[in-house]
């Protein structure tokens, strides 16, 4: 046995972190469910081959690791993961490791973690797509501290380094942790896609910009406070020619999103948890929409609904992407703060922050702000933390400017105007709840509090009928 890791299913995630692994210096031995594949990856691993050790059976690949064993599972999340547990069962010993690092349902994590598994466990979420799984990405754990400590010098040595040299790797919390975390970022993922998506339409129908001068705008703002690896892909897939056709990229591709289901676990979840993530909810919402082109196709045939011209500069537009941003991220922590005491996982939000600094797909400069805001106070909503308070001031009226003139001219913006919607109930005191309760008061004597004391907490209905 030369290996200390062992990793299986060589597909896009796993092939590209066996290499990193590799490359680090750490013996890695594989196994893929296809065995030409192995063959393939190793036949073309270059330098790293000699710490790249092909095997062709589930049990070869166990004696190829020194004892105690850590396997990381890389196949797609649900059954096969079920169905790799099982065939490694019989072969592992009470001490072994089983990573699994593909995007579980938190929800299946538990499950595996509570049910009795013959050797130990973690659920692992990896970020930052195909990349980052070969140069860095951002890697959140999840499992007993033990179990991560044995395994987190390769886990840190693989990940991301934010700019200060912090390694993009951490323990979440006990067992599905990780995989939650992971997916509340895939969910932020969606919602900070779908802002900028909105940005570029208001861009294109709105202020009738071409692509090119589009991608400008989007350079300009990745060296602002927006810079993220989101905006830079932006401005880089506006910049993009057709090779076939010459026009601009985006130009020629058909506006219907795919999802992998991450974005929509994160509003199901959300909706368990009783926490408000509307600018998440609202992208993961715009997919769906998205996804039913006969529909919209229909729909603009009746309806006509071209949206219009609107009086913005590009300058309202990052005020708004700034805006939305700091309050989807608000949402998405407080989210997570809710899981944390829901599930008694003492998630730590400033780690959280740190960890999606570098590597993963959200990576961007104010996730340094966030991370100092929530070690500051991480009871605190992110809102009201004066540096992101102060910021939003500064970016409201821009924000307000976009959707109220975007909305007027008929141009569909539901993540901004729904961050919008939510920041506004979170800054009224006296909201109109009161009507509700009075509502389910007088159908179902639901009953509710008075704001002057008076022990009445019913209302005359009956003599109002
Ligand atoms: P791929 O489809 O590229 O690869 C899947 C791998 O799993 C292949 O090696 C395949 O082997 C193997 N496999 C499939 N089914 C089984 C099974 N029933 N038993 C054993 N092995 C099986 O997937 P990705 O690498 O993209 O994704 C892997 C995981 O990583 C998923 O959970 C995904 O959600 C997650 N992930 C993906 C990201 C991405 O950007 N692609 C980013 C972050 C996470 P075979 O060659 O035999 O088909």
């Known amino acids: 046995a030369q290996a200390e890791i062992g990793l299986i299913g060589l597909g896009t995630m796993g092939a590209a972190l066996a290499l990193n692994i590799a490359e680090k210096g750490f013996p890695i031995a594989v196994w893929n469910r296809t065995t030409e594949v192995t063959h393939r990856f190793a036949a073309q691993a270059g330098d790293l ?21 850590a396997i990381i599972l890389m ?25 699994d690092a593909g995007n579980a349902d938190f929800h299946d994590t538990n499950r595996r973690a509570a049910a009795g598994l013959p050797f130990r466990f973690l659920g692992m979420g ?18 007993d501290a033990a179990d991560w400590d044995r395994v987190a010098h390769v ?29 509340v970022h895939n969910g932020i993922e969606y919602a900070d896609m779908q802002m900028i998506a909105e940005a570029y339409g208001l861009m294109r129908d709105g202020l009738t910009l071409e692509a090119p001068a589009i991608s400008d705008i989007f350079a300009d703002w990745n060296r602002g406070t927006l810079s993220s690896y989101l905006i830079e892909i932006s401005a880089k897939v506006t910049a993009a020619r057709d090779p076939h056709t010459g026009a601009a990229m985006p130009d020629v591709i058909l506006d219907r999103a795919g999802q992998k289901g991450t974005g929509r676990w994160t509003a199901i979840e959300a909706q368990h948890l009783s926490a408000p993530i509307p600018v998440i909810e609202a992208a993961v919402m715009a997919r769906n929409v998205s996804a039913r082109l006969d529909e919209r196709q229909a729909g603009q045939a009746r309806f006509g609904a071209a949206p219009g011209a609107v009086d913005l500069t590009p300058d309202d537009l990052e005020q708004a992407l700034i805006a939305g941003k700091i309050l989807c991220y608000a949402q998405g922590f407080t989210m997570i703060a809710g899981a944390s005491e829901r599930f008694g996982w003492t998630l730590d939000l400033p780690e959280i922050a740190r960890v999606w600094r570098a590597g993963c797909i959200i990576r961007s400069t104010m996730l340094n702000d966030m991370a100092d805001a929530l070690a500051d106070d991480p009871a605190r909503n992110l809102i009201m933390a004066p540096f992101f308070a102060d910021l939003i001031e500064g970016a409201l009226p821009g924000l307000r400017r976009v959707v109220s003139q975007g909305i007027a001219a008929g141009h569909a913006l539901p993540a901004l105007a729904s961050g919008l919607m939510w920041f506004d109930m979170m800054r009224t005191a006296r909201g109109t709840a009161n009507m ?4 389910r008061d007088f159908f179902g004597a639901h009953g509710f509090q008075r704001l002057d004391g008076i022990d009445d907490p019913h209302g005359p209905w009956g003599s109002a009928t």
């Open 49 to 69: 081959a000699p710490r790249v050790i092909p095997t062709d059976s589930l049990r070869a690949l166990v004696q190829a690791i020194t004892p105690p064993r």
């Open 436 to 439: 509700i309760q009075a509502q």
């Open 75 to 99: 196949v797609p999340a649900g059954q096969a993961v079920d169905d790799q547990l099982q065939a490694l069962a019989p072969l592992l010993d009470a001490d072994d490791l089983v990573i």
């Open 155 to 183: 886990m840190t040595a693989i990940s991301a380094k934010a700019d200060d040299g912090t390694p993009c790797a951490a323990r979440m919390g006990d067992a599905g942790a990780g995989h939650f975390v992971k997916m």
């Open 126 to 143: 990896v970020s930052g797509g195909e990349e980052g799984a070969r140069h860095g990405p951002a890697i959140m754990g999840g499992g």
